[in-house]
């Protein structure tokens, strides 16, 4: 997964394009926060459903999914109002790594 973060200020919102090689996925994750994902390219699957061009998702603290890249792969444009929250033994370390690397507010 290659991420490409956009800056827009002091918003309080990640923002960022996802490229997800075709079949790939991120680790399994919840929110913290609402999750804005718009497809551009290709599509993924998740435990919702399956979210093409054009589509857009809405993940809140109650979905805990694992988006899985369709045949073609896929660009997606995302909007975190707080960070994911990884599952699992390697997200629990993950989890541990970013809070401690976690840049301050000024840095």
Not at 2 to 30: C, F, K, M, N, Q
Not at 54 to 75: F, R
Request: hydrophobic share 35%.
């Amino acid at each position: 997964m290659e991420e490409y973060p956009i800056a827009l200020g002091d918003t309080g919102h990640a923002v960022s394009l996802l490229r997800i090689a075709p079949g790939r996925s991120p680790l399994t994750h919840r929110h913290d926060g609402e999750e804005l994902t718009l497809v551009l390219e290709g599509d993924y699957c998740d435990e919702v459903g399956r979210f093409r061009r054009g589509d857009l998702q809405i993940a809140n603290e109650s979905l805990s999914h694992k988006p899985v890249a369709g045949a073609t792969g896929c660009l997606c444009l995302t909007v975190l109002a707080a960070p994911v929250r990884f599952s699992g033994p390697v997200g629990w370390l993950l989890n541990i790594w970013r809070r401690l690397h976690a840049r301050k507010p000024g840095e």
